[in-house]
């Protein structure tokens, strides 16, 4: 049923959780945990909605809208790598959620939102002390759900990373998991890995509301449209059905529209992260249904004359990438340095940025990804609890004596698993 005032009236008064409503009191953005969001897509099936990389303003500004559009349920992400200590973007893990909600109230977007930190690494044992004094901060600046990624270390050493840290996430808060670095055709997941993964953490009373695969994908800029394996997703995913996980697909952007929309319909995804495409797109660059930016002869990007940024500014970020040495993927440095010239654009030019994204989000939410309509089943989720976080029936399965450390250990050597090459998880 469609959802009128009152409803997310209520849906503001009780959905927002308690760190959204303590930095935000006063705001009229219904931002929601990650959990919300996965529910939602759950109950309307054979859906998944876009978890929209912000690296600029505009890409936020333009999904809003686009989401506003479609009525459906959204996720605003950043990952580690682009918003972190580190960052190559302005928009980070600490400013991200007050992007959002000013957005949000100045635009009038009243459909459920999460903000989602991506890509949460952990690349080796020694990065877990520090992640449990920054996890924390990234909770209190209005994070409502997060993905950690140890998917590089062994199996073992990834699964215990996982529980090492859940203690600092909240109980609330929508989490992923993922197994299998992200590095296209190479090392590909196994229902093998998957489950080892996801069994650990349900001996220890952990319940990922999605797990992230390599399932043939990359990260950035595509070579081609190979891309996805879906039948092998639908594999792993039909093997932890009674675990209750769904899928969170990576590196969407190189994969056809129609090879989404057999994500969708034949497995148990409701995430689906774009970033590069968002962020060319907005900068007015020519993409095809990939969501690959497309090259000219010499190997440039193609600028669409009149869309996204000025021809002049365009000019300035290239010239300013050639002195750097970054090259395709590489552009994604730029969003850092050139953020305040391109706030400091008309706002005509801001608007079509901003629009080139709505438009390219609400085809993928609509057409694609079948999201359309979800932001009333999320509503209608946080009213049937009553609360910020849904009603979900995820028990503990596995024996916790079976998955001590040392057991952990020595089922993880039993385990066939190819990793191969190291792989671009950067994004």
Known sequence: MATGQADFNKALEIGRPPNVARIFPNSKALIVSGKIIDVAL??????????????NSMVIRGALQAAQKANAALIIEIARSEGGANA????????????????????GITIPVAVHADHYGIKKEEDITPAKIELPTLFEAGIT????????MPDD??????????????????????????KGALGLSSVADAQFLIQGLNAHDIHPNWIALNNGTTHGIEASGQGIQVELTAE???SLEPYGVNGAQHGTSGNSSERLRQIAATTNTTKANVATALQMISWGLEVNDYGNASLDDNGDFIKVKGEGVTDEMWQAMTSYADEQGWKGGNYKKLNLPFENKLLGQPIEIRERMAKRVEDFVYHMLVDVLNAENTADLA????????SYE????????EDPAEWTEEKII???KTLDTDKGPEGDFSD
């Open 42 to 55: 759950a109950a309307k099936g054979k859906a998944m909605t876009m978890a929209a990389n912000g690296r």
């Open 88 to 107: 190559y973007c302005p928009v980070n893990f600490w400013n991200i959620a007050r992007h959002v909600d000013a957005f949000c109230n100045e635009l």
């Open 145 to 152: 759900s997060i993905a950690i990624d140890a998917s590089h």
């Open 157 to 182: 050493k990834n699964l215990l990373a996982n529980i090492a840290l859940n203690p600092f996430i909240p109980k609330w808060a929508g989490l992923e998991t993922e197994v299998g670095e992200i």
């Open 236 to 238: 792993i995913h039909h």
């Open 379 to 386: 509503i209608e989720a946080i009213l049937k609890a009553n």
């Open 390 to 397: 849904p009603v979900i029936d995820r028990q503990r399965i």
């Open 410 to 412: 020595e089922r993880a």
